[in-house]
């Protein structure tokens, strides 16, 4: 999912991902939706924080930047079905 930098901050964002949050909980069998998002991206990661997300790994220096910094990568999953981290298997 992304969101065009001159549609941010309108609720764009958590509209999309309520909606495909419901139908990954309607679905069956569907038991884990990963993403990966970068480091640097503060907004995206407290948005999928606050629906439940929780990062996995992190992949060190994935992206270099124009400025010679690196930018890690997030990996996040999210468990329709409300596993508890103790089932959670990986």
Same mark, same amino acid.
């Given at each position: 999912?992304?969101?065009?930098?001159?549609?941010?901050?309108? !609720?764009?964002?958590?509209?999309?991902? /309520?909606?495909?949050?419901?139908?990954?909980?309607?679905?069956? !069998?569907?038991?884990?939706?990963?993403?990966?998002?970068?480091?640097? &991206?503060?907004?995206?990661?407290?948005?999928?924080?606050?629906?439940?997300?929780?990062?996995?790994?992190?992949?060190?220096?994935?992206?270099?930047?124009?400025? !010679?910094?690196?930018?890690?990568?997030?990996?996040?999953?999210?468990?329709?079905?409300?596993? /508890?981290?103790? &089932?959670?298997? &990986?």
């Amino acid at each position: 999912m992304s969101i065009q930098e001159h549609f941010t901050g309108q !609720g764009i964002g958590k509209k999309l991902l /309520t909606e495909f949050l419901k139908w990954a909980e309607a679905e069956e !069998g569907l038991e884990k939706v990963s993403l990966e998002v970068y480091a640097s &991206n503060k907004r995206a990661i407290s948005l999928y924080d606050k629906f439940g997300f929780l990062e996995d790994a992190r992949v060190e220096k994935l992206r270099k930047e124009a400025d !010679g910094s690196y930018v890690d990568d997030v990996h996040m999953s999210y468990f329709p079905k409300k596993l /508890t981290v103790s &089932n959670r298997q &990986n």
